[in-house]
């Protein structure tokens, strides 16, 4: 103890699980159990009616399970029974032929020599069925009905010895008493383990005989209503303590804690320490194994109801270290200690991650007004470098395909103007694909027209707030360090008088008026 008050401090407390519940403490009422803590599953069947003829149907098995007592009178009985019935047999034989008138005849030859009354039969018949053979009694060869008795007794002798012993040899080889070797702890613990809520037990083994493939499972029995208003009593839940890892297969050569993660599948997804108190449930441990010495399967049980599972609490370790050998402490083996755990489920611990921050979380405006002026963004240095890469290798096959058609026919100032100009707030244009589809379709026609037609959008888009346009561009001043793009002398806008719109076409006019 003062070992492990080393290693757990002085802040732990050991809890001992078989105290009585002190006054302050509110008594919950006993309720019946389904399995109890030995394992006997507390059912009984009634009302069968005309199914009781199944019984024996399966005679051989109805005996193994029949108690101890009843197998021995019914062992008993048996052999009493058909003693008596084949003495009598023998004894009717000799009283029809005679022989009893005739026992101490030298001359007289009976069916079963010194056989002249029923003691004297029985002890022939005993002596037959034991093949203990005296010699004092026999059969003689004048008695063809003594003959064929005897052999309908050999074979009716060797059928009730197989059954009975066999009977007898199945009880007491059955492994249950090597059950009562396999310890289960009193409760079940509730505590964190690897950063998660987990429900945990503790299972040992008390001799040195291993079992072979040891396998453990565990049902939650606990009545509900369907959505349908089915009520469904003692319904029977799967509890996962390891199935899809191999957790469930046991090495038991020492006591092993049996864990079970509460996650969103599990049946304490919901589960809290006020909860508990009020909730009615049995969780039902079944540990298989192969028995080493016999190679007999061996299952142990146990439960633990609601009132024996213990919040924030945890195992006291069993296990220390001597010179050359591991030993195992069975005094600690049900003993636990308290440890800091949420009071909380599952459920409620994701919920309450879930919520948003208001500190970190930002406002849906300001995010939309971020991604929007990253969308708009965009970057004339790379413009100019991709331009001047298409300058010095001669050809244009890097530019957009928009750049492209507008560079093939000739449109040389055009292009300068866009690539060059830069917004106010320094969002650039990467490529005409940017522009408004209106200025597309312009810039792509080879005509004159068009060119007029480009350059009077270009100022009339004025002040909108629309920095993919190119007028847009052209309207703004550039940022400091770019130059402002050169107007060339033969620009239709430095021809025109005052009013441009005079030397457009009436369609291009009327839509300028609308704007």
Not at 61 to 87: G, P, S
Not at 277 to 298: K, R
Not at 475 to 482: D, I, K, V
Request: contains cysteine; aromatic residues 10%.
């Amino acid at each position: 103890m003062a070992a492990l008050r080393r290693k757990f401090g002085e802040d732990y407390q050991v809890v001992n699980t078989n105290q009585a519940p002190s006054f302050a403490t509110q008594v919950k009422k006993k309720r019946q159990r389904f399995v109890d803590k030995n394992g006997r599953c507390n059912v009984q069947h009634g009302n069968l009616g005309g199914e009781t003829s199944r019984y024996l149907s399966d005679l051989f098995t109805t005996l193994v399970d029949l108690k101890w007592r009843w197998n021995l009178l019914i062992f008993i009985l048996t052999y009493t029974i058909a003693w008596l019935v084949m003495a009598s047999m023998w004894w009717i034989i000799a009283y029809i032929r005679g022989d009893l008138n005739h026992g101490h005849d030298s001359s007289y030859t009976p069916c079963v020599a010194n056989v002249y009354n029923f003691p004297s039969a029985f002890l022939f018949f005993i002596e037959t069925e034991a093949t203990i053979g005296y010699g004092y009694r026999y059969i003689t060869e004048k008695c063809p009905e003594g003959i064929i008795l005897f052999l309908f007794q050999s074979l009716l002798g060797s059928i009730v010895d197989a059954f009975l012993i066999g009977c007898m040899f199945i009880k007491m080889s059955q492994p249950k008493k090597r059950a009562e070797t396999l310890m289960f702890s009193q409760d079940a613990v509730i505590s964190q383990r690897d950063g998660r809520l987990c429900l945990m037990f503790r299972v040992g083994n008390l001799r040195n005989s291993h079992m072979v493939s040891a396998q453990i499972r565990c049902k939650v029995i606990k009545s509900r209503q369907t959505p349908e208003g089915e009520f469904l009593p003692l319904d029977q839940c799967e509890l996962d303590v390891g199935f899809g890892t191999g957790a469930d297969q046991l090495f038991l050569v020492s006591p092993l804690t049996i864990c079970h993660e509460i996650n969103p599948k599990s049946p304490f997804f919901d589960l809290s320490q006020r909860s508990l108190m009020n909730e009615q449930f049995e969780i039902v441990v079944i540990l298989e194994g192969i028995v080493e010495t016999t190679g007999m399967t061996c299952q142990a049980r146990t439960s633990y109801t609601e009132d024996e599972v213990l919040w924030g609490h945890r195992f006291l370790p069993v296990m220390s270290l001597e010179e050359g050998f591991f030993r195992v402490d069975y005094s600690q083996f049900h003993s636990t200690f308290e440890v800091n755990t949420p009071p909380y489920s599952v459920k409620e611990h994701e919920e309450k991650n879930s919520l948003p921050s208001p500190l970190s979380t930002p406002t849906p405006a300001l995010a939309e007004g971020h991604s929007a002026r990253r969308n708009r963004v965009f970057s004339v240095d790379c413009i100019n470098t991709t331009v001047e890469r298409a300058r010095q290798g001669g050809t244009v096959g890097r530019l957009p395909s928009k750049l492209q058609r507008m560079s093939s026919s000739g449109k040389e100032d055009l292009q300068r103007k866009v690539l060059m100009l830069g917004s106010q707030h320094s969002e650039k244009a990467c490529s005409t694909g940017d522009l408004p589809l209106k200025l597309q379709r312009l810039s792509s026609s080879p005509s004159p027209t068009a060119q007029n037609r480009l350059d009077l959008k270009s100022l009339k888009v004025g002040f909108e707030p629309m920095t993919q346009s190119t007028g847009d561009l052209y309207q703004h001043s550039p940022p400091s360090g770019l130059s402002p793009a050169p107007v060339p002398l033969h620009s239709p806008l430095l021809s025109a008088g005052g009013r441009p719109e005079e030397n457009l076409p009436a369609k291009l006019r009327k839509m300028n008026a609308d704007r």
